[in-house]
């Protein structure tokens, strides 16, 4: 029997997401025998008109990573979509926007701004940015569109499932390869990890705050961590309440809070937003210009709150910019 | 209900949906059933407008005021300065239409962007 066919492609991504398959160490070997890879550019030598070639369908499965911010990623997206039986989110900027997602506080023209013009370390005397068309003697070279707007996977096409994670961990990878493989699937728009809060299975847990107790709130290198008590008992910014589980820990067993590449869990819409709300209540301070001023010194709370779901979350982009 | 139940999901819907001003009004601090109840709301309050703000939404189409049931002048009072208020600001003005590359209806994209 021919092996299934399978597609691994980057869009707006930092390559984690391709590390992690590398990451499977000996795993990887019984990913390659049971599957037949038919493009996957940063490792092999495929190219674009190879995909166009194989029939609508043909590909069992395309892992898609990274979120969509320019045209050439958007037409990726829609010709493995077209190509593929099944597409899996693969990873945080492809389910919900990931880091990249971050510049939806900016749009199109702010961000060429300041790389092409503004930024201390660029030197541009001629004032040039990059244009969708250029003649040159040899012809018109052409580049992809920059969008206004960072977008997720499943903002652009249908997708079937999400591998969350930054970059998802090689447990969940060979669990989903398997189902698909085995065609046990659950139904589809399911994200394949546990669908509890990380705060559930934390070893820290037991030093969480049931009632407010924060009075003061304090980034990571103001404080000196206690490795076993819970970050917000120290006044530390922890999205775990408001993330799903399923990620191992890695950070917090770094003694680093959680930052919520994994998403909320399906019960959540918003998880930026929800955050915020755990984080409230758990501030024991109740004298109005104290509240203030406590809130004040977050520097930055829809860049935290949203540190990677600022495409996914309710309103998306930063309105008008 | 209680504002202490006002998810800050409640007023992110409130704009996605649409709308060019949420105001929430609750009973004054000490007077809650629940004890904390508005003092919850409160916190979220002050967090919620600061990170609007960073959505790019003006403070005045966010609003918490205290108001029990039998202060109707406030009520009104409080109402009309909102109205006032919002519609100076008038509608929340939305990026235009994304300029997709491609054929649009297979992607389902109803979103902004490019301006």
């Not at chain 1, 166009?52 to 590909?59: S, Y």
Request: overall charge negative.
């Amino acid at each position: 029997m021919a092996k299934p066919k399978v597609a691994f492609y980057w869009c707006a991504s930092c390559g984690g997401c391709e590390e992690s398959i590398v990451d499977l160490a000996e795993d990887i070997l019984k990913v390659v025998e049971a599957v037949e890879f038919v493009f996957w550019p940063v490792a092999m030598d495929f190219k674009v008109k190879d995909v166009e070639a194989l029939l609508d369908g043909e590909i069992a499965v395309s892992f898609i990573n990274g979120s969509i911010r320019t045209g050439e990623q958007e037409h990726m997206a829609k010709l493995l979509r077209r190509k593929s039986g099944l597409v899996v989110a693969y990873g945080a900027c492809a389910h919900i926007g990931g880091i990249p997602g971050l510049a939806n506080f900016f749009n199109h023209d702010s961000i060429f701004d300041y790389v092409y013009h503004k930024s201390p370390s660029v030197s541009n005397p001629g004032g040039v940015t990059p244009q969708l068309k250029t003649s040159v003697e040899q012809g018109e070279l052409t580049l992809p569109e920059f969008y206004d707007t960072v977008y997720t996977l499943d903002q652009v096409i249908d997708v079937d499932y999400y591998l969350p994670g930054c970059a998802p961990p090689p447990d969940l990878i060979m669990k989903a390869v398997e189902a698909i493989l085995s065609g046990n699937l659950p139904p589809k728009g399911t994200v394949l990890a546990p669908d509890k809060s990380l705060c559930d299975t934390c070893k820290r847990k037991t030093t969480k705050p049931d009632k407010a107790v924060i009075k003061e709130i304090r980034r990571v290198h103001e404080v000196l961590l206690d490795p076993e008590r819970c970050f917000l008992d120290q006044g530390v910014i922890c999205l775990g309440p408001a993330t799903r589980d399923g990620c191992g820990e890695r950070c917090i067993n770094a003694n680093m809070p959680c930052r919520g590449c994994f998403g909320p869990t399906s019960r959540v819409e918003d998880q930026g937003a929800k955050f915020l709300s755990a984080l409230a209540s758990i501030i024991d301070i109740d004298d109005e210009p104290e509240i203030e001023k406590i809130m004040n010194s977050i520097a930055d709370p829809a860049g935290i709150f949203n540190f990677y779901s600022m495409p996914a979350s309710m309103l998306r982009r930063k309105i008008s910019v | 209900m209680c504002t202490g139940r006002i998810d800050p999901q409640f007023v992110m819907k409130a704009f996605e949906s649409g709308a060019d001003g949420v105001l929430i009004l609750g009973c004054h601090p000490g007077d809650c059933h629940y004890k904390e109840g508005n003092y919850k709301a409160l916190r979220r309050f002050h967090l919620l407008k600061r990170m609007l703000k960073q959505f790019g939404i003006e403070e005045e189409r966010f609003r918490l005021d205290w108001v029990s049931a039998s202060e109707a002048e406030k009520f009104v009072e409080v109402i009309n300065d909102m109205v006032k208020k919002v519609k100076a600001l008038g509608p929340i003005k939305k990026n235009p239409p994304v300029p997709f590359s491609e054929e649009k209806a297979s992607g389902d994209i109803k979103v902004e962007a490019h301006g």
